[in-house]
């Protein structure tokens, strides 16, 4: 065979775009309360508990009683994402990926809902009668996932506290609840005996080595936990407080109860593509959304810390 046939070796190109690996979507909005909003700011009301007393005497005057009323503020926030496509780099490709661009936006847009959810969960929520008030998460909704004396990864006892700080607060027991936990603190989950063994759980954990549901939670995976922040923990009673120059840097899993966190949709993800006769004709694909969060009632929140290497 001659020498020179190498010359007519060709290169196959795919006409297909790989999205490399990413969070596709939101996982946290199919979850928490959703409510449409056609103004800057929303407000959302409240009504606390009430008493009943004891009648003592009959033909007593009737008791007349303030019911508590207290609201939160949802101010949207506008998301956006875009990018060109030349019509002179299409035929250098062989493919248009104008496509592909609107499902890759459409990611990114879901990843910074989540982030709106995560950030209500453990920021300060806005009441009062103008939304004006600022209102954290109380201390007594923060615990430490404690093994021996010292900060630990996810553990079982930790669950069991969240659930009774739940219970304790009587939040209704037929609200789902949900635990949103990294990849780590999954693992770490996992060496818990009482979590894979089938003694202890019907959801056999090993067979996949997933955790669906366990102790009343149902189990969201995130890699969007903020993991900066630190704090100083009594080992001996799990009790968090903020650290202002020392302390545990922390993942800040937490777990809430379905209608605890309010997710406000002004306008939904939407993509245009559409011709720039400014930018040379390119072809644009432009992405949008407007939304806001907030954290409805504080005990159904609750923040869990936990040690990650």
């Known amino acids: 065979m001659s020498q020179e046939v190498t010359t007519a070796f060709v290169k196959q190109f795919s006409s ?22 056609k103004s800057e700011a929303s407000f959302y009301d409240r009504i606390g508990s009430v008493t009943a007393v004891l009648r ?7 008791p007349q009683f303030d019911t508590p009323h207290s609201r939160r503020r949802v101010t949207l926030n506008d998301y956006e994402w875009a990018d060109l496509i030349d019509d002179v780099d299409k035929v250098r490709m062989l493919i248009d990926p104008a496509s592909d661009y609107v499902k890759a936006s459409m990611m990114a847009m879901g990843r910074a809902m989540d ?15 103008d939304g004006g008030t600022a209102v954290a998460l109380p201390a007594a909704q923060h615990i430490g996932a404690v093994s021996g004396g010292s900060l630990s990864g996810l553990n079982v006892e930790a669950l069991r506290v969240t659930q009774r700080i739940f219970d304790e607060a009587e939040v209704d027991e037929k609200i789902p609840r949900y635990f949103v936990f990294s990849a780590e603190q999954r693992q770490n989950l996992l060496s818990e005996t009482e979590v894979t063994s089938a003694d202890f759980n019907t959801v056999k954990a090993l067979v996949n080595g997933q955790i669906d549901s ?6 969201i995976r995130s ?6 922040g630190l704090y100083s923990i009594n080992t001996s009673t799990g009790a968090v407080t903020l650290s202002t120059g020392n302390g545990n840097a ?24 559409s011709e720039r006769d400014d930018k040379g004709y390119s072809t644009q694909v432009y992405a ?22």
């Open 214 to 219: 366990y102790m009343g939670f149902k189990f």
């Open 16 to 37: 297909n775009i790989f999205h490399l690996s990413q969070q596709d979507g939101s996982r946290l909005a199919p979850v928490v309360r959703k409510e449409s909003q």
């Open 288 to 309: 949008q959304m407007s939304i806001g969060a907030t954290r409805m009632e504080e005990s159904k929140v609750v923040m869990v810390l936990c040690a990650e290497a």
């Open 115 to 129: 982030d709106v959810v995560i950030s209500a969960a453990n920021g300060s929520a806005y009441g009062g009668v």
């Open 223 to 228: 890699e969007r936990l903020d993991n900066s």
């Open 56 to 62: 003592t005497s009959r033909h007593a005057d009737t």
């Open 250 to 273: 922390a993942r800040q899993c937490f777990a809430f109860a379905g209608d605890g966190l309010l997710l406000s949709i002004g306008m939904d993800m939407k993509a245009r593509i």
